[in-house]
């Protein structure tokens, strides 16, 4: 996992450093901000300049929505989008390096081959490790679990046994096992009886074959097996008594894997027994086997680094698609405003020229109107018309001396909407035919907007109420539930 996190990062200081060295060949100073800024700049420019993305669409959106500043916006825009991918891949790959480092450091096991135990009083440790065995035939990883006690003051072992629990407990003892003259499963040795105020300790005369959990080791037994005496010892507080069952270990049929996982298990209890007294346990380094069978250790350990990881990837290009959706909401916002204000600019347009005006005085002097609220209103400046905006770049455009019917065009396909490019029909219409039908032709197209005007805000306010419906349900099963649940507990008492 280390080298994938640390080629990332390498990856981005090399695209940094080749980013620096391409802004000092333009000797000038192009990003102002981060590095993510910086790299984002030079991604950009390679990919805009080798065409193979296709920026077409997203050029059309935001020439709709920021008139006049087209080629500023559309950098903003995809420099924007990139600094953002690279940053959260980034912080991922930061975030996952760290926890994979700290997951390597924290652990019990010291020096590969000592496990540091509790001290007196503050319990177990639950030791997961995985040995690596080496003997003469192969090489192979094993996993382990086993339980490293507390330290424990020395103390002599006083056994004694229960007699009223002592007659119970054969049939407990067998578990799965048919009869004590045939074993060949683990045994249930349990640290207490129910309904008896005893904890119950257990001792083996024989370790290799019975440890005191319960478990039957029986791959070195004799066809005839081997009797093993458990000693049961009860204890409350003072009281002390022993008893002794005999049982009958059979052997099984275990493959050479088996063997010795059974042979290091063992090893690990001895080295637990034989270190109860120590600060730490050291852990067998080789069992016996054919050829000799070397051990390394290793611990078990989780490590959610690269989950994080992947989790960064998915954000970033999750980022990068949701700011193409965001950017589509903002079209279909700016063209439904379009929508509400066509029926007020043909008002405007009809007033002006029913009072004698020519067509391009009555678009200067509408569009002039707006400019004039947007300098003298701060609210009007942070909310724009596009419409209006519109009606200033045509503005610009006449001045600039394009002529007067271009000028009209270009206007009804900036808008990009059916109504207004009908607008620019009549206006470029009026032009060329000079008819004097075009008040009348304004004064119907004014009545026609202002009745899909109301079709309009009719079908928001449906919209709205639609949107308003589960926060309203919710509300309603919040109340329901309010006046329910008293009723029922009144009903009850």
């Known amino acids: 996992m280390i080298i994938i996190y640390g080629s990332v990062l390498i990856a981005y200081f090399l695209l940094y450093g080749i980013a620096l060295k391409h802004r000092k060949s333009e000797k000038r100073a192009v990003v102002q901000g981060n590095p993510f800024d910086c790299i984002a700049l030079f991604l950009y420019k390679k990919m805009r300049d080798s065409h193979r993305f296709s920026f077409r669409k997203v050029k059309d959106y935001l020439a709709m929505l920021y008139p006049g500043s087209l080629n500023?916006?559309?950098?903003?825009?995809?420099?924007?989008?990139?600094?953002l991918v690279l940053l959260l891949v980034f912080a991922g790959d930061v975030f996952a390096l760290f926890l994979y480092l700290s997951s390597l450091s924290e652990g019990i096991l010291a020096d590969g081959k000592?496990?540091?135990?509790?001290?007196y009083g503050l319990g177990s440790i639950e030791a997961d490790l995985?040995?690596?065995?080496?003997?003469?035939?192969?090489?192979?990883?094993?996993?382990?679990?086993?339980?490293?006690?507390?330290r424990e003051y020395e103390k002599d072992i006083v056994i004694q046994l229960a007699k009223e629990v002592s007659s119970s407990l054969p049939g407990i003892i067998l578990g799965d096992n048919i009869s004590p003259e045939e074993v060949r499963g683990k045994l249930n040795l349990p640290g207490e009886v129910e309904d008896y105020p005893f904890r119950i300790e257990w001792d083996s005369d024989n370790y290799g074959l019975i440890y005191t959990d319960g478990t039957v080791n029986c791959e070195e037994v004799g066809e005839d097996g081997e009797i093993v005496?458990?000693?049961?010892?009860?204890?409350?507080?003072?009281?002390?008594?022993?008893?002794?069952?005999a049982f009958r270990v059979c052997p099984p049929i275990y493959s050479k894997e088996e063997l010795l996982q059974r042979q290091i298990t063992e090893a690990l209890g001895q080295q637990e027994n034989i270190s109860r007294n120590s600060e730490n346990m050291k852990l067998p380094e080789s069992v016996e086997g054919?050829?000799?069978?070397?051990?390394?250790?290793q611990e078990n350990k989780e490590d959610y680094s690269f989950y994080l990881f992947i989790l960064a990837w998915i954000g970033a290009v999750s980022i990068y698609v949701l700011l193409d959706n965001d950017l589509d909401k903002r079209v279909d916002q700016r063209n439904k405003q379009l929508l509400l204000d066509y029926s007020g600019v043909v008002s405007k347009l009809t007033l002006y020229m029913g009072a004698g005006m020519t067509i391009r005085n009555a678009f200067y002097r509408t569009a002039q109107n707006y400019k004039k609220r947007k300098e003298q209103d701060i609210q009007e400046k942070n909310n724009m018309r596009y419409v209006y905006e519109e009606m200033l770049i045509t503005c610009y455009e006449l001045d600039s001396g394009i002529p007067e019917a271009t000028a009209y065009e270009k206007f009804g396909k900036r808008c990009g909407l059916s109504k207004y490019m009908k607008l620019s029909n009549l206006l470029i219409q009026n032009l060329k035919k000079g008819s004097n039908c075009i008040l009348t032709a304004l004064q119907q197209e004014t009545i026609s907007a202002f009745e899909e005007r109301k079709n309009v805000a009719k079908k928001l306010g449906e919209e709205a109420g639609t949107k308003l419906l589960f926060p309203m349900m919710l509300m309603l099963g919040i109340i329901m539930i309010l006046i329910i649940i008293p009723a029922y507990f009144s009903f009850s008492i």
């Open 290 to 297: 054919e050829g000799g069978v070397k051990i390394q250790w």
């Open 130 to 150: 995985q040995a690596q065995i080496t003997d003469s035939e192969m090489e192979y990883k094993q996993d382990f679990n086993f339980t490293v006690s507390e």
């Open 229 to 245: 005496n458990l000693t049961a010892v009860l204890i409350y507080g003072s009281y002390r008594e022993e008893h002794v069952f």
């Open 114 to 119: 000592y496990i540091q135990r509790n001290t």
């Open 72 to 83: 500023s916006r559309v950098d903003e825009f995809y420099m924007k989008k990139i600094s």
